[in-house]
């Protein structure tokens, strides 16, 4: 097990109920192995805790969860040799899906959470005193050096992990946007590069960088109060050129929204019925998510904390727990 968390009050220490009452005989999991897998982002855990404690529910045989990036992860399901994925997202992880075999292989019923943004942001303050809205406006050398960090005349963003799908991303808008020699993508661990962004927006220092929702970083610097999103000037995708990355709300930050799915192998999610149903039914609302990671960030991330936060969370929504639960048990009597 990883770690756990703990949100608001829905996040206190609580008796889980799911299967009190029940014989192991009884559980549709019994005697089946489960291997969870999961990236080294430990923002992450929650969302797989709580699959994993579903599927212990369901008397599956849950075993510790192995640390794979995600294109590896995607293979090693694909293969059998890892059973699930809690945190895949589409369309984002599309690569790795179909790299890995896709829907020959794997699965990605339901939605684990929706609505999921990605883009550019910078601080409020630097927005409003400069005009700035949007990322083409880097081009000019008087605004990159309000996020020149080293004294090399290149604004500098804190971008993406190498390997991960937003580094191709990332690169190819520097690209297309003619911004390459205006902004230096900085890359290396994501939660350490972040860190100094946080340092510098304390000390009202300009701050340009890269995130997604729902995540711990905007419950820290919340956009529209600390920060605001940066608009691009065109649509543009290194796998797809027809791509529309415009939101419903008309504003476009050159990356579409996404929803988190549960990545399962495929023969797995075929012959057991109860796993399945539980998979598609599972849901997280991403401001849950982002209040989790939060208390992360702060200093909750030890395998306590977050088993906390999964117990408190699952009893704030006890009744819908036990309907996913119930629905799966049934689903594997037909």
Same mark, same amino acid.
């Given at each position: 097990?990883?770690?756990?968390?703990?949100?608001?009050?829905?996040?206190?220490?609580?008796?889980?109920?799911?299967?009190?009452?029940?014989?192991?005989?009884?559980?549709?999991?019994?005697?089946?192995?489960?291997?969870?897998?999961?990236?080294?982002?430990?923002?992450?855990?929650?969302?797989?805790?709580?699959?994993?404690?579903?599927?212990? %529910?369901?008397?599956?045989?849950?075993?510790?969860?192995?640390?794979?990036?995600?294109?590896?992860?995607?293979?090693?399901?694909?293969?059998?040799?890892?059973?699930?994925?809690?945190?895949?997202?589409?369309?984002?992880?599309?690569?790795?899906?179909? =790299?890995?075999?896709?829907?020959?292989?794997?699965?990605?019923?339901?939605?684990?959470?929706?609505?999921?943004? %990605? +883009?550019?942001? #910078?601080?409020?303050?630097?927005?409003?005193?400069?005009?700035?809205?949007?990322?083409?406006?880097?081009?000019?050398?008087?605004?990159?050096?309000?996020?020149?960090?080293?004294?090399?005349?290149?604004?500098?963003?804190?971008?993406?992990?190498?390997?991960?799908?937003?580094?191709?991303? #990332?690169?190819?808008?520097?690209?297309?946007?003619?911004?390459?020699?205006?902004?230096?993508?900085?890359?290396?661990?994501?939660?350490?590069?972040?860190?100094?962004?946080?340092?510098?927006?304390?000390?009202?220092?300009?701050?340009?960088?890269?995130?997604?929702?729902?995540?711990?970083?905007?419950?820290?610097?919340?956009? +529209?109060?600390?920060?605001?999103?940066?608009?691009?000037?065109?649509? @543009?995708?290194?796998?797809?050129?027809?791509?529309?990355?415009?939101?419903? =709300?008309?504003?476009?930050?050159?990356?579409?929204?996404?929803? %988190?799915?549960?990545?399962?192998?495929?023969?797995?999610?075929?012959?057991?019925? @109860?796993?399945?149903?539980?998979?598609?039914?599972?849901?997280?609302? +991403?401001?849950?998510?982002? @209040?989790? =990671?939060?208390?992360?960030?702060?200093?909750?991330?030890?395998?306590?904390? #977050?088993?906390?936060?999964?117990?408190?969370?699952?009893?704030?929504?006890? %009744?819908?727990?036990?309907?996913?639960?119930?629905?799966?048990?049934?689903? @594997?009597?037909?």
């Amino acid at each position: 097990m990883f770690k756990k968390l703990t949100m608001t009050a829905a996040f206190g220490v609580i008796a889980l109920t799911g299967t009190m009452g029940l014989s192991a005989a009884s559980l549709p999991g019994k005697n089946i192995s489960v291997i969870p897998v999961q990236s080294a982002q430990d923002v992450e855990s929650f969302q797989t805790e709580l699959v994993m404690e579903g599927l212990r %529910q369901l008397g599956y045989d849950v075993k510790p969860k192995a640390e794979l990036e995600y294109a590896t992860a995607h293979v090693a399901i694909a293969n059998g040799d890892a059973t699930l994925m809690a945190v895949h997202w589409q369309p984002q992880h599309n690569f790795f899906y179909a =790299n890995a075999g896709g829907e020959a292989k794997l699965s990605r019923e339901g939605e684990l959470s929706r609505y999921g943004l %990605q +883009g550019y942001l #910078i601080d409020k303050a630097t927005a409003d005193k400069y005009g700035i809205t949007n990322i083409e406006q880097l081009k000019d050398p008087k605004i990159a050096a309000l996020f020149d960090t080293n004294g090399d005349g290149t604004a500098d963003l804190t971008g993406c992990t190498p390997g991960w799908p937003c580094e191709r991303v #990332i690169e190819h808008h520097l690209d297309v946007y003619g911004l390459k020699g205006a902004v230096t993508h900085n890359q290396g661990s994501y939660e350490a590069l972040m860190t100094e962004v946080f340092r510098r927006f304390q000390a009202g220092e300009p701050v340009l960088y890269y995130t997604w929702t729902p995540n711990y970083v905007s419950a820290a610097l919340v956009p +529209g109060k600390d920060v605001v999103w940066l608009e691009v000037p065109f649509s @543009a995708s290194p796998e797809n050129q027809n791509v529309d990355t415009t939101m419903p =709300n008309g504003k476009n930050y050159g990356f579409t929204a996404n929803t %988190q799915h549960i990545a399962a192998n495929k023969e797995f999610v075929e012959n057991n019925p @109860a796993a399945a149903h539980f998979i598609k039914s599972i849901f997280i609302p +991403g401001n849950d998510i982002n @209040a989790q =990671n939060y208390h992360m960030f702060k200093g909750e991330r030890s395998e306590a904390d #977050i088993d906390r936060h999964v117990k408190g969370w699952i009893q704030a929504n006890q %009744q819908k727990w036990d309907q996913w639960i119930a629905e799966a048990k049934q689903a @594997a009597q037909k």
